[in-house]
């Protein structure tokens, strides 16, 4: 039986989009653990729509589509398609699992929650005829044993960050506009270290990124899994928490294992906002004080802003700006707060009736879908465009990658590569939400 699987590609947005030269960026693992855990009598097909088109005139037995809030539209049509052509269609992922009853208008089935507890019984229930229109994980699956993705269904050569891993799910915190809690659950799981080091020495590439969400969520464990990593010789980056630098060892042993870049969300220099986010144990006025030990341990950071909170107005684009030029911040990445379905942020911006638009294909955190507080929909649209193009000017892309000689090439690579999505974005007065235009 044929089992095909597909990621669609994202219309709009800055992110997640093929280069030049036909990549795709970061692998992402979903899809290829679904194929892992699929039984052997299943030929699996993996098919990234961002690189290769979809052969409508194929004929899997079953299709399974998953998608970011952002993809959801894309994911809809390749599922109506499908459906069109007489195949059956299984949904899943963080999207459908907030709004199952919605992708169910374009699936046979869907999977809410993570799928490694009910996938080998849909499957089953598929073959016998008897598929549920709902599969709801009761619980979350444990980390041990976890299936290696099948990274042997993907194509290489069309990946710019090939080999990716997960060593942690979820966050121990709990931030209002974050999906990640809402999907994975409040407890912070971790995987045995030798199984994550075994995964590593598998692929025998040197460079990986750590897709967890915050690989540093658990101090001990952390220090553990860096600690293991030193031998091997490789260079990695992830995201992980500004908590880190109040732990030396912890910054020592992220640098000693290869960890070369953390993106780390500091989100607001306002602690009002900060507080209202429920992200209080980030502080604003600690900030200056941790990207200092960061840089000094050898750690490049990517700051993440987000702009359109209640307590931003009109200035915080400059505010932010300054800060990140007076920090030498090696990059940043900025987004317009976005209610992403199933999100607290979601509930509270809906109740409060600021929602104004649902093309989930905006929700790509580059276009304003609420109305914002302290300034109009056309004034954080436009200070958004600013500060990423000011932010990516040659003179600011010296001032701060010059900041020290270790690491200069990197920072300099990393930068160029956000300058050319920043030259993409309109210039104030110009055609402004203009996505289409990258
Ligand atoms: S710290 Fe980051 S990953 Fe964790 S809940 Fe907050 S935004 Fe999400």
Not at 35 to 42: F, I, V
Not at 162 to 183: E, I, K, L, S, W
Request: proline letters at 4%.
């Amino acid at each position: 039986m044929k089992l095909l699987l597909i990621l669609p590609k994202s219309e709009r947005g800055y992110w997640g989009k093929v280069s030049k030269s036909g990549k795709a960026g970061f692998v992402r693992l979903n899809l290829p653990t679904i194929a892992a855990l699929t039984p052997n009598e299943w030929d699996v097909e993996i098919l990234d729509n961002r690189v290769r088109p979809v052969d409508y005139a194929a004929k899997p037995d079953l299709v399974g589509v998953t998608g970011f809030t952002s993809e959801i539209p894309s994911a809809y049509e390749i599922a109506d398609n499908w459906r069109r052509a007489g195949v059956t269609v299984v949904m899943g992922g963080v999207h459908v699992s907030a709004m199952p009853d919605e992708a169910l208008a374009h699936a046979d089935s869907v999977v809410i929650g993570e799928a490694e507890l009910v996938w080998a019984g849909l499957l089953d229930d598929f073959k016998r005829g008897e598929l549920k229109k709902k599969y709801k994980a009761d619980r979350l699956c444990g980390m041990e044993g976890m299936v290696i993705p099948r990274r042997d269904l993907l194509d290489r050569p069309m990946f710019s960050g090939f080999y990716t891993m997960q060593a942690t799910r979820g966050c121990p915190f709990n931030c209002d506009y974050c999906a990640v809690t809402a999907f994975f659950g409040k407890e912070f799981r971790v995987r045995p270290v030798a199984d994550v080091i075994d995964e590593i020495k598998g692929f025998g590439a040197k460079e990986f990124f750590f897709m967890d969400d915050n690989i540093v969520g658990r101090a001990k464990y952390a220090k553990e899994l860096f600690t293991e990593l030193i031998p091997l010789k490789v260079t990695w980056g992830s995201q992980a928490s500004v908590t880190m630098a109040k732990d030396p060892e912890l910054l020592r042993l992220y640098a000693a294992s290869g960890g070369k870049y953390a993106f780390i969300g500091l989100e607001s220099l306002s602690q009002k906002n900060l507080d209202r986010m429920h992200k209080s144990w980030n502080s604003a006025k600690g900030f200056k004080e941790a990207i200092e030990k960061i840089h000094d341990a050898g750690i490049n950071i990517i700051g993440s802003f987000v702009f359109g909170l209640d307590d931003d107005d009109p200035t915080v684009f400059k505010t932010t700006l300054d800060f990140i030029m007076e920090t030498k911040l090696d990059a940043a990445q900025f987004h317009i707060l976005t209610p992403l379905p199933g999100t607290v942020t979601y509930g509270v911006l809906e109740k409060e009736g600021r929602i104004i638009d649902r093309d989930w294909a905006k929700y790509h955190t580059g276009e304003v879908v609420f109305q914002p507080k302290g300034m109009t929909v056309e004034e954080l649209q436009a200070g958004y465009h600013w500060i990423f193009r000011e932010t990516y000017t040659i003179g600011s892309i010296l001032k701060r990658s010059l900041r020290s000689r270790r690491g200069l090439i990197y920072r300099i690579a990393a930068n160029l590569s956000y300058r050319k999505k920043a030259l993409k974005m309109p210039k104030a007065g110009g055609n402004q939400g203009s996505p289409d235009l990258l």
